[in-house]
């Protein structure tokens, strides 16, 4: 067990929170009870994630994407009724955002790079002027459906290639979620680029620079930070830790 303030200032300092210009309000949202032994992470902060969190019995609550963006807003129908079972059952609510995508360690992009096994990575993929992603170099070069079959084994998410470029991959730069602008910043730099979703104009622009792309999901690229960021409190701090996986089609 631990005191719920001594976990949130390491969480603050670890991911280095304050570094970041964030729409989203990084760090404690929710305060819960003051002592934490149960954790659970999740991708979403939604009344769905709440409810198995209840379930879980967790004390604190980690996810990629928090309660509060931008501009205060009304805490009314469905948005009062999320702070509710949080406040009624107890649960501290902490959200790290472009501080988890970007972290090297525990980031959903850094875990990506490992999954691909790249190696010789830098910072790649600027979002309000801090890098958030990586981009390196494949030990031995693969096969795009080598690289296909490595991500659907982990992410447990069918992958879609636009193939337009390379079919033997050597350089990868790696971008969680839906990242279509950052990726821009890649085209015809490396043999692929990894990303969660993006939309039509990224398309033309792969298809003129014979650039191959793999979407992964939005929501399957950023279980692995996440989770991963759960299972290093748990062995740090000896706490019980639950990863909530709800998915989407997104």
């Given amino acids: ?13 670890f991911l280095k929170i304050k570094d970041f210009s964030d729409e989203s ?9 003051e002592e934490v032994e149960v954790i659970s992470t999740a991708v979403d902060a939604s009344f769905r994630t709440f409810q198995k969190a209840k379930e879980a019995g967790t004390h604190l609550l980690l996810v990629h994407h928090g309660l509060f963006w931008g501009k205060p807003f009304p805490l009314v129908g469905v948005d009062l009724q999320r702070v509710e079972i949080l406040i009624k059952n107890e649960i501290g609510l902490y959200a790290c955002h472009l501080p988890l995508d970007a972290h090297p360690e525990v980031g959903n992009n850094a875990v990506l790079a490992r999954i691909l096994g790249l190696s010789d990575l830098q910072p790649f993929g600027f979002y309000k002027g801090s890098p958030i992603g990586f981009a390196g170099n494949l030990s031995q070069p693969k096969t795009l459906g080598e690289i296909k079959e490595a991500l659907e084994g982990k992410l447990n ?3 879609q290639a636009w193939d337009f470029g390379k079919k033997i ?5 790696v971008v969680s979620g839906e990242a279509g602008s950052i990726m821009k910043e890649g085209l015809g730099n490396f043999d692929l680029l990894l990303t969660g979703g993006t939309g039509l104009s990224l398309f033309r622009l792969a298809e003129d620079a014979s650039q191959t792309i793999v979407f992964a999901g939005h929501y399957a690229t950023e279980t692995v930070g996440i989770r991963t960021l759960g299972e290093l409190l748990s062995e740090k ?14």
């Fill in 157 to 159: 998410q069918k992958v």
């Fill in 237 to 250: 701090f000896s706490l019980k830790h639950n990863f909530l996986d709800l998915p989407s089609p997104y």
């Fill in 1 to 13: 067990m631990v005191k719920l303030k001594e976990l949130v200032n390491f969480l603050d300092e």
């Fill in 169 to 173: 991959i050597k350089s990868v730069a």
């Fill in 25 to 33: 309000l990084n760090g404690l949202q929710v305060e819960g009870r």
